[in-house]
């Protein structure tokens, strides 16, 4: 598969520059390394600028609601654990408005993959405040700076246990590539932040900004090490990127025992005995 | 012998009071009778006043007693909570040196139900000790009684079941020998007693039954019934069954499994069903096929947690922003919840759109013994699923002349499956155009809408025309049956399915009648303006009821003699 069998025909609507364009690059190689066809693959997403690549990637896609797209993630691959199911989430979308599902689906480690969008603000809206914007910067909402504390989304998923947490940047498209083809190959749930520069509405977090403090993380970093990992994922200063933490867990395929079954689509269910049932209330 | 008795058995949450309810209405089944019984609950685990109250009669049942003929109370606020209930010549068994009783009112019985408790093992055997009364007194053998523990405890083990034998008997050999009552005889009339079970229990049947392979819920009263049963047997017919961390989760993950193609739903009650609002939207939009059991209390907010109502009917029809096409089951008894669920799982594959199914806590959780309906009925119709072979290109959100769409499953076809929450085109990419949007609207409610209304539950009609005529829906059947049968020229028409509303049925039903009148389990009357709203039909008037409390026939009947149309 090359990069390019994964185009679609739908024109793209992000701005000039945006990085999603970045992501959406990296994906599509990481999608053509996979090998797989695109009526393999779903791209699950929610609401926001990054809800949209699901539109812009040749696959099943569903684009439900905004900050659901977990649960619906989720669900589609227990119910057809053969397909790949991706999420293209953001900030806002993902650790804002479906905060409870990133929580609750880390726990319950189906092994999808999620991408998050990290812009650090609200691009969709025009320009508010994300869950995971500085403190201090001003929006029109925020006249005064933000003072809420910025959610952790590295640190929170290594807390919870997540199996495999990485975070990327968007401008760094090979290095994406590589971690959202790590991704999709780790059993159960897998966090992928990327920063994502927005051109239009942020204009704190720029692509020098981040170019000033963004570094990959080198060979000395053992990402089965957990404690290593929340120490990386604290670090405010330089920014790492790479595969932070590692390390296999049961899935929630092989704890359900779905793992042992065919898939629950291909269940004939054109003539159940509901008998053996009844007997309980004879 | 009697050919009707009612029996309360009452004491604090914590006692057994289901257990021994459901002990004795499984008594009187297996021994002849019919059975219809209530739960009415407090929301707390310990302490309260609950009670169980059995209706057992000669001939089928479907609806409660206003009063018992024998209460059996376990502890002492039971007495004094259960007393207006006490029917006319009827007796409540107490234990009068447990609960510090000297003087015993006319009526009242004694019986040292814990000291026989105490002799069999402890105060937990005090409901086997209470099952074994009601046996002498009504059955006036041991065996039916014995049979039923058996049963009950016959996979808790043998020191459970002995135990709980010694106490029934010894229930039964005191009342034997020293309440000298043969009032309560109940006579038996054997018949093929099919199953007992709850209106939950049988729609559970129905959702497995119809192939559902995912179910996700969020654990709320009184709808976690129907999960706790699918949960019971998904192992057996392989069927996943997922607790989400709330309602929106609930719902998101019932629409995703659906779109990867298998049969999916999600079950709660009101408050849970108002955060599962946008999803039920999302199902509209996307053309997903979603089933939703709504299992109704009082609200608003948090209301009566473990009580009955039918407040949430208008709610239940309008709920979800935007305009689509929607279908809304309304059972009134098991057999009908059974059908319901595999109607349900039909209408909303074949149709693409969101089906609701109605209850409340009343139909619920009541038990009543029925003949199963035929398992094979409505076998499963996925509607337009595309198969291997089909056109790559083949798009999502086709137009069609009934708004129905092929739809692909991911990875099942060589075509690729599509869901757009946006508004979309055919193709399922976002659109603004205009004419796209008036296509797509019309798609989702007018055309899909039309579809809907060819293929409405027939409702129940009983002397259409009468002189007077009862309207309801949901769990008012048996109440509306037996006010029919004991009040002058009166019928009714229950729906089984009150959306698409079936107006030319109504119509027909309630011609030349002298007054209409609405029966409903709520304050506002939802009924009698739907039924004006969509058939031109002005009822005089509406029997409600909203206290938290099943409808009894005795109340309606009065209430339609007294001329009272504003409450029972």
Same mark, same amino acid.
């Given at each position: 598969?090359?990069?390019?069998?994964?185009?679609?025909?739908?024109?793209?609507?992000?701005?000039?520059?945006?990085?999603?364009?970045?992501?959406?690059?990296?994906?599509?190689?990481?999608?053509?390394?996979?090998?797989?066809?695109?009526?393999?693959?779903?791209?699950?997403?929610?609401?926001?600028?990054?809800?949209?690549?699901?539109?812009?990637?040749?696959?099943?896609?569903?684009?439900?609601?905004?900050?659901?797209?977990?649960?619906?993630?989720?669900?589609?691959?227990?119910?057809?654990?053969?397909?790949?199911?991706?999420?293209?989430?953001?900030?806002?979308?993902?650790?804002?408005?479906?905060?409870?599902?990133?929580?609750?689906?880390?726990?319950?480690?189906?092994?999808?993959?999620?991408?998050?969008?990290?812009?650090?603000?609200?691009?969709?809206?025009?320009?508010?405040?994300?869950?995971?914007?500085?403190?201090?910067?001003?929006?029109?909402?925020?006249?005064?700076?933000?003072?809420?504390?910025?959610?952790?989304?590295?640190?929170?998923?290594?807390?919870?246990?997540?199996?495999?947490?990485?975070?990327?940047?968007?401008?760094?498209?090979?290095?994406?590539?590589?971690?959202?083809?790590?991704?999709?190959?780790?059993?159960?749930?897998?966090?992928?932040?990327?920063?994502?520069?927005?051109?239009?509405?942020?204009?704190?977090?720029?692509?020098?900004?981040?170019?000033?403090?963004?570094?990959?993380?080198?060979?000395?970093?053992?990402?089965?090490?957990?404690?290593?990992?929340?120490?990386?994922?604290?670090?405010?200063?330089?920014?790492?990127?790479?595969?932070?933490?590692?390390?296999?867990?049961?899935?929630?395929?092989?704890?359900?025992?779905?793992?042992?079954?065919?898939?629950?689509?291909?269940?004939?269910?054109?003539?159940?005995?509901?008998?053996?049932?009844?007997?309980?209330?004879? | 012998?009697?050919?009707?008795?009612?029996?309360?058995?009452?004491?604090?949450?914590?006692?057994?009071?289901?257990?021994?309810?459901?002990?004795?209405?499984?008594?009187?089944?297996?021994?002849?009778?019919?059975?219809?019984?209530?739960?009415?609950?407090?929301?707390?685990?310990?302490?309260?006043?609950?009670?169980?109250?059995?209706?057992?009669?000669?001939?089928?049942?479907?609806?409660?007693?206003?009063?018992?003929?024998?209460?059996?109370?376990?502890?002492?606020?039971?007495?004094?909570?259960?007393?207006?209930?006490?029917?006319?010549?009827?007796?409540?068994?107490?234990?009068?040196?447990?609960?510090?009783?000297?003087?015993?009112?006319?009526?009242?019985?004694? @019986?040292?139900?814990?000291?026989?408790?105490?002799?069999?093992?402890?105060?937990?055997?005090?409901?086997?000790?209470?099952?074994?009364? *009601?046996?002498?007194?009504?059955?006036?053998?041991?065996?039916?009684? /014995?049979? +039923?523990?058996?049963?009950?405890?016959?996979?808790?083990?043998?020191?459970?079941?002995?135990?709980?034998?010694?106490?029934?008997?010894?229930?039964?050999?005191?009342?034997?020998?020293?309440?000298?009552?043969?009032?309560?005889?109940?006579?038996?009339?054997?018949?093929?007693?099919?199953?007992?079970?709850?209106?939950?229990?049988?729609?559970?049947?129905?959702?497995?039954?119809?192939?559902?392979?995912?179910?996700?819920?969020?654990?709320?009263?009184?709808?976690?019934?129907?999960?706790?049963?699918?949960?019971?047997?998904?192992?057996?017919?392989?069927?996943?069954?997922?607790?989400?961390?709330?309602?929106?989760?609930?719902?998101?993950?019932?629409?995703? @499994?659906?779109?990867?193609?298998?049969? /999916?739903?999600?079950?709660?009650?009101?408050?849970?069903?108002?955060?599962?609002?946008?999803?039920?939207?999302?199902?509209?939009?996307?053309?997903?096929?979603?089933?939703?059991?709504?299992?109704?209390?009082?609200?608003?907010?948090?209301?009566?947690?473990?009580?009955?109502?039918?407040?949430?009917?208008?709610?239940?029809?309008?709920?979800?922003?935007?305009?689509?096409?929607?279908?809304?089951?309304?059972?009134?008894?098991?057999?009908?919840?059974?059908?319901?669920?595999?109607?349900?799982?039909?209408?909303?594959?074949?149709?693409?759109?969101?089906?609701?199914?109605?209850?409340?806590?009343?139909?619920?959780?009541?038990?009543?013994?029925?003949?199963?309906?035929?398992?094979?009925?409505?076998?499963?119709?996925?509607?337009?699923?595309?198969?291997?072979?089909?056109?790559?290109?083949?798009?999502?959100?086709?137009?069609?002349?009934?708004?129905?769409?092929?739809? /692909?499953?991911?990875?099942?076809?060589?075509?690729?499956?599509?869901?757009?929450?946006?508004?979309?085109?055919?193709?399922?990419?976002?659109?603004?155009?205009?004419?796209?949007?008036?296509?797509?609207?019309?798609?989702?409610?007018?055309?899909?809408?039309?579809?809907?209304?060819?293929?409405?539950?027939?409702?129940?009609?009983?002397?259409?025309?009468?002189? +007077?005529?009862?309207?309801?829906?949901?769990?008012? *059947?048996?109440? *509306?049956?037996?006010?029919?049968? /004991?009040?002058?020229?009166?019928?009714?028409?229950?729906?089984?399915?009150?959306?698409?509303?079936?107006?030319?049925?109504?119509?027909?039903?309630?011609?030349? +009648?002298?007054?209409?009148?609405?029966?409903?389990? &709520?304050?506002?009357?939802?009924?009698?303006?739907?039924?004006?709203?969509?058939?031109?039909?002005?009822?005089?008037?509406?029997?409600?009821?909203?206290?938290?409390?099943?409808?009894?026939?005795?109340?309606?009947?009065?209430?339609?003699?007294?001329? &009272?149309?504003?409450?029972?």
């Amino acid at each position: 598969m090359e990069p390019n069998d994964f185009n679609s025909a739908d024109p793209v609507a992000w701005c000039p520059g945006c990085g999603n364009f970045g992501v959406q690059a990296a994906l599509k190689a990481a999608l053509a390394q996979l090998g797989k066809e695109p009526r393999q693959l779903l791209l699950v997403s929610g609401i926001g600028q990054a809800a949209k690549m699901p539109h812009y990637i040749k696959a099943n896609f569903f684009n439900g609601l905004h900050g659901r797209a977990l649960p619906a993630a989720a669900a589609a691959k227990i119910a057809n654990r053969e397909l790949t199911v991706i999420v293209t989430t953001g900030d806002g979308d993902c650790y804002g408005e479906g905060g409870n599902h990133f929580l609750h689906n880390i726990r319950r480690n189906v092994d999808i993959t999620v991408i998050v969008h990290d812009n650090q603000i609200y691009g969709l809206t025009k320009g508010q405040a994300s869950p995971t914007s500085e403190p201090g910067m001003k929006t029109k909402i925020q006249p005064g700076g933000v003072i809420l504390a910025p959610f952790p989304p590295l640190e929170t998923a290594l807390a919870l246990g997540c199996g495999f947490v990485a975070r990327g940047y968007a401008a760094e498209r090979e290095h994406l590539t590589e971690l959202i083809l790590a991704g999709i190959r780790h059993k159960g749930f897998s966090l992928i932040d990327v920063f994502q520069p927005c051109v239009s509405f942020n204009k704190l977090n720029t692509y020098e900004w981040y170019a000033r403090r963004v570094y990959k993380v080198g060979p000395e970093h053992d990402a089965a090490d957990k404690t290593a990992a929340m120490a990386l994922a604290a670090q405010r200063e330089r920014l790492p990127i790479g595969v932070i933490y590692s390390g296999a867990k049961p899935s929630y395929g092989e704890l359900s025992g779905l793992d042992g079954m065919p898939p629950l689509v291909d269940a004939d269910i054109s003539n159940v005995d509901i008998n053996p049932a009844l007997a309980d209330f004879r | 012998m009697k050919n009707e008795i009612n029996i309360r058995i009452t004491g604090e949450a914590g006692q057994g009071i289901i257990s021994a309810g459901m002990m004795l209405a499984r008594m009187y089944t297996d021994s002849g009778r019919h059975v219809f019984a209530i739960q009415d609950y407090m929301s707390r685990i310990r302490g309260g006043n609950n009670f169980f109250q059995v209706r057992a009669a000669t001939k089928p049942v479907a609806a409660p007693a206003k009063q018992a003929d024998i209460i059996i109370a376990l502890d002492k606020e039971a007495v004094e909570a259960s007393k207006a209930a006490l029917a006319p010549g009827g007796v409540m068994v107490l234990d009068a040196e447990k609960f510090g009783i000297k003087d015993l009112e006319n009526g009242r019985i004694n @019986a040292p139900i814990y000291a026989l408790a105490q002799e069999a093992g402890g105060p937990l055997y005090a409901n086997s000790v209470a099952l074994g009364i *009601l046996a002498a007194l009504t059955c006036d053998n041991f065996e039916d009684a /014995a049979k +039923t523990v058996a049963r009950e405890f016959a996979s808790k083990g043998g020191e459970a079941a002995l135990r709980n034998a010694q106490a029934a008997r010894k229930g039964y050999d005191y009342a034997a020998g020293n309440i000298k009552d043969p009032a309560f005889r109940l006579a038996a009339a054997p018949h093929d007693r099919g199953c007992l079970l709850a209106g939950n229990e049988a729609l559970a049947l129905g959702v497995i039954s119809a192939g559902c392979k995912f179910y996700s819920a969020y654990p709320m009263s009184p709808a976690t019934g129907i999960m706790n049963t699918v949960a019971d047997h998904a192992a057996r017919y392989g069927i996943i069954v997922e607790q989400a961390e709330d309602e929106i989760a609930a719902v998101n993950m019932a629409i995703g @499994a659906s779109f990867a193609g298998v049969r /999916a739903m999600t079950g709660t009650s009101g408050g849970g069903f108002a955060l599962m609002c946008e999803g039920l939207s999302l199902a509209a939009m996307t053309e997903t096929p979603l089933v939703i059991a709504l299992i109704m209390r009082p609200g608003p907010a948090t209301g009566f947690p473990t009580r009955t109502a039918q407040e949430d009917l208008l709610f239940a029809l309008h709920a979800g922003h935007g305009e689509f096409a929607r279908a809304v089951y309304t059972p009134g008894s098991p057999e009908e919840c059974f059908l319901a669920a595999k109607r349900a799982f039909n209408t909303a594959e074949r149709f693409q759109v969101p089906a609701l199914i109605l209850s409340d806590q009343y139909l619920g959780e009541s038990f009543t013994n029925i003949k199963f309906p035929d398992t094979a009925c409505e076998p499963p119709d996925r509607g337009r699923i595309l198969k291997n072979g089909t056109t790559p290109g083949t798009r999502r959100y086709e137009y069609s002349d009934d708004g129905v769409s092929p739809r /692909a499953i991911p990875g099942r076809s060589e075509a690729l499956a599509a869901a757009d929450s946006d508004e979309h085109g055919p193709e399922g990419h976002i659109t603004e155009l205009a004419e796209v949007r008036i296509k797509m609207t019309e798609k989702r409610l007018k055309l899909k809408m039309a579809g809907l209304a060819g293929e409405i539950l027939p409702p129940t009609v009983v002397n259409p025309g009468a002189k +007077t005529m009862l309207c309801g829906f949901g769990s008012t *059947l048996g109440v *509306l049956r037996e006010t029919c049968a /004991a009040a002058k020229e009166t019928g009714f028409i229950h729906y089984p399915q009150i959306w698409p509303f079936p107006a030319d049925a109504t119509l027909a039903a309630l011609k030349g +009648t002298g007054r209409v009148l609405t029966v409903e389990n &709520n304050a506002g009357g939802q009924l009698a303006g739907l039924i004006r709203r969509e058939s031109g039909v002005h009822a005089a008037g509406s029997v409600l009821k909203y206290d938290g409390r099943p409808f009894t026939p005795d109340e309606v009947v009065s209430a339609l003699e007294r001329g &009272n149309q504003d409450g029972a």
